[in-house]
């Protein structure tokens, strides 16, 4: 089952995202930040991530930057 990772801020956003996702039949991981993504995705890299861009303290493009 493919893996597919969701970062961002707003947690409506990530509830009503991951459940379309599952839906569909994908494993979904959520984070509300850019720290705690940096870590889970590092360890348990998926083989998607999709990325909040405005993001406080690390955005996307600088998380981004960190897992590349």
Known sequence: MPKIALVDDD?????SVS???EA???QVAT???GASAL???SATP???AI???KM?????????????
Do not use: F, H
Request: proline residues 6%; hydrophobic residues 35%.
């Open 56 to 68: 406080p303290r690390m955005d996307g493009m600088e998380l981004l930057r960190r897992l590349r």
């Open 46 to 48: 998926p083989d998607l």
């Open 31 to 33: 984070y509300t930040d």
């Open 51 to 53: 990325l909040d861009i």
């Open 24 to 26: 569909e039949g994908y």
């Open 19 to 21: 459940l379309t996702l």
């Open 11 to 15: 947690r409506n956003i990530l509830t």
């Open 39 to 41: 870590e889970g995705l």
